[in-house]
């Protein structure tokens, strides 16, 4: 009986109907959530003594930064767990996290080089955070252009879900890229061993900022889950029984 709840994690009406409940319960924090810290990160935090009003970007790069790490871990986590018990479900979860994950890749980069041109006086710099960041958006990609090449979608979710898998030793090379090598990047000033560096006005924005990112992510993986749900059993009869409903 114990494990009855895990069963029916494995079971696509289930899941699709729990997402389609749970969706607005994480999507309105999340809107509520990222607004309170937009307005607490731009307009109620002092600048920063060094960089001036130039810090505030950190309010998108550094939640976008935590979440492509967070989701990639989310999708190879999925990834194993289809490969260990064979759960489509599972598959699904993974493939709906790559688009996520891939576009706070991105916004994460982009929001990195326009902080950094300022700071450092440049772009891009092959420094150790940003490029295996960039190498992280590569993996992303590779596993979705993976699963488009091969027709057959048990193989390509078994292909897919074994780069996933692998792919997972770039996550820590990441987060302790900046105290392994020397680096460009500021160290961390939040997610550290001792007390963050930053102030209680800067910090508690920050905190809300990258909560509501993660609500939003839970969120939109449930709208896609179910998309990919449908997809994946529009020939089953419960769908058309979901659907006329």
């Not at 009406?13 to 749970?22: E, S, T």
């Not at 460009?184 to 997610?191: G, R, T, W």
């Amino acid at each position: 009986m114990s494990w009855t709840w895990f069963h029916r994690l494995a079971s696509p009406p289930h899941i699709y109907r729990l997402a389609q409940r749970l969706t607005p319960w994480f999507a309105w924090p999340a809107g509520a959530l990222i607004l309170a810290a937009l307005y607490g990160g731009l307009v109620l935090a002092p600048p920063d003594y060094q960089q001036g009003d130039g810090f505030r970007i950190i309010y998108m790069h550094a939640p976008s930064a935590w979440m492509s790490l967070m989701v990639y871990t989310t999708m190879a986590v999925a990834a194993a767990v289809a490969l260990i018990w064979r759960m489509k479900v599972a598959h699904a979860v993974a493939a709906s996290c790559a688009p996520i994950g891939a576009s706070f890749t991105i916004a994460a980069l982009v929001t990195g080089s326009l902080w950094g041109e300022p700071m450092w006086g440049t772009w891009w710099e092959w420094d150790p955070r940003l490029t295996s960041e960039l190498i992280l958006l590569f993996l992303y990609l590779g596993y979705m252009g993976l699963r488009g090449a091969i027709e057959d979608p048990q193989r390509a979710d078994r292909t897919s879900a074994v780069l996933a898998v692998v792919g997972i030793v770039n996550v820590p090379i990441i987060h302790y890229s900046v105290t392994w090598w020397n680096s460009l990047h500021q160290a961390p000033s939040v997610m550290r061993l001792g007390k963050p560096t930053l102030s209680t006005p800067m910090l508690v924005p920050l905190l809300m900022m990258m909560l509501g990112f993660t609500l939003f992510f839970v969120a939109v993986l449930l709208v896609r889950l179910r998309g990919e749900i449908l997809v994946r059993e529009r020939s089953a009869s419960w769908i058309r029984e979901v659907l006329s409903t």
